[in-house]
């Protein structure tokens, strides 16, 4: 009998790894494991954040089926920025439905896995109701959500940028470990040397599109301090006692100028200094395109977050060699895409419960572009720190014999 257990179990694990190393369309075709799950949770979460705009800019003309449902009982209350807010708050409730009742998991097929990987007609259901729920609750309810969703969006910001900052750090101690130095040298330098050269010519290029003459002084500002915090990562990364080398300051460079960019364009239309805003009143197919590359980056963004359970590690990753051990964090992977929940209401409604929005935008307002400021220097702030805190903590500690 204890045979026949143990090689039902030797049998699952040979199935999980093969899965597991398996082709994604391999990993789908082999039905319900974790490795599948996180697509179609994403999936779940993309088609969430597709609902979400539809009713903001396209709710008018569902109005008249959800007052015969009896679902709404006012217009206002269904559609723009409070109508994101409820379906944002339905996709809240069933992710963090799901993070209560997965995280702690610790071995694949334990019960708690099955229910992560499998039961989609159950979760489906699920996610309807839950998604429904909200557009039943009073204004003042939603209201006090997208209060709260501000601090979750921002919670979701930072385990953003740490997984961000993580993954750099991990790429640059794999060039430099001994094994791989002197095949990734020159792959190093390589990319260390274009990225400056991007960040270089997107520096240049903002200040062309978005400086065209000296009364721009906050566009300026951004423009100049980005500058300035590059060359100040680089000089930190590079002295003798920090020796990070110029990878990571390269790509970390391209990461600020990217927020700064994003900062500057989600300046509001009519700007005189946003000659691309102005550009991009009119809703054109550029216009079109643009949103839907940056809703299907966020929902990458969020995929690549929650998976990367190992990101407070910062460059302490360890392959973990058990057969039995979760490919990623269940609990965190949900959470994640919890608070991933808050953060795409606010993109959509610009991070102002009270700011109405153009069709075919996202992250627009001068809120949207302040919060995208205080990340990129967050960012900065937390690299730094991760160069020298083993400088700071070593110096800290006692010095007296053991």
């Known amino acids: ?215 721009c002084l906050l566009n300026i500002f951004f423009i100049t301090w980005t500058l300035f915090l590059i060359q100040f990562m680089t000089s930190v990364s590079l002295h003798p006692k920090v020796n990070a080398g110029y990878l990571t300051p390269a790509i970390m460079g391209l990461y600020v100028v990217f927020i700064c960019w994003c900062a500057i364009r989600s300046e509001p239309a009519g700007e005189s200094c946003n000659r691309k805003a102005e550009a991009s009143e009119r809703t054109d197919w550029l216009s079109i395109i643009s949103f839907v590359v940056a809703l299907l980056a966020m929902v990458i963004a969020t995929f690549s977050t929650g998976i990367d359970s190992q990101c407070f590690q910062f460059c302490r990753k360890e392959d973990n060699q058990d057969e039995e051990a979760l490919p990623y964090g269940y609990g965190f992977f949900h959470l994640v895409f919890a608070t991933g929940a808050m953060y795409f209401a606010m993109l959509l409604i610009g991070w102002n419960t009270h700011h109405p929005m153009k069709k075919w935008t996202i992250d627009v307002g001068w809120t949207s572009t302040w919060v995208r400021v205080v990340n990129e220097w967050l960012a900065v702030c937390i690299y730094i720190w991760m160069l020298v805190a083993p400088l700071v903590l070593k110096s800290r500690q006692p010095t007296g014999g053991t």
Request: hydrophobic share 45%; net charge positive; charged share 15%.
């Open 1 to 215: 009998m204890e045979n026949g257990t143990s090689s039902g179990s030797s049998s699952r694990s040979e199935t999980y790894e093969a899965i597991k190393n398996g082709s994604w369309f391999s990993q789908f075709l082999n039905g319900c494991n974790p490795w599948m799950a996180r697509y179609v949770y994403s999936l779940i979460f993309l088609v969430a954040n597709l609902l979400a705009w539809a009713i903001r800019d396209y709710g008018r003309a569902a109005l008249t089926v959800l007052r015969k449902l009896k679902i709404c009982k006012g217009e206002q209350n269904c559609i723009g920025a409070e109508g994101v807010l409820r379906m944002s708050l339905g996709c809240f409730l069933f992710y963090f439905s799901m993070y209560l009742s997965t995280v702690g998991t610790k071995k694949v097929h334990s019960s708690r896995d099955r229910w992560h990987s499998g039961w989609w007609s159950a979760k489906l259901v699920m996610w309807f109701g839950l998604t429904i729920i909200p557009f039943s609750m009073p204004s003042s309810i939603i209201q006090l959500y997208g209060e709260i969703a501000h601090f979750g969006a921002g919670v979701f910001l930072l385990v953003q940028l740490i997984s961000v900052i993580s993954f750099i750090c991990w790429l640059n101690e794999f060039c430099q470990s001994k094994k791989d130095a002197e095949r990734c040298h020159v792959h190093v330098m390589l990319l260390a040397t274009t990225a400056y050269i991007i960040c270089i010519v997107g520096i240049i290029l903002m200040y062309i599109w978005y400086a065209p003459d000296s009364s």
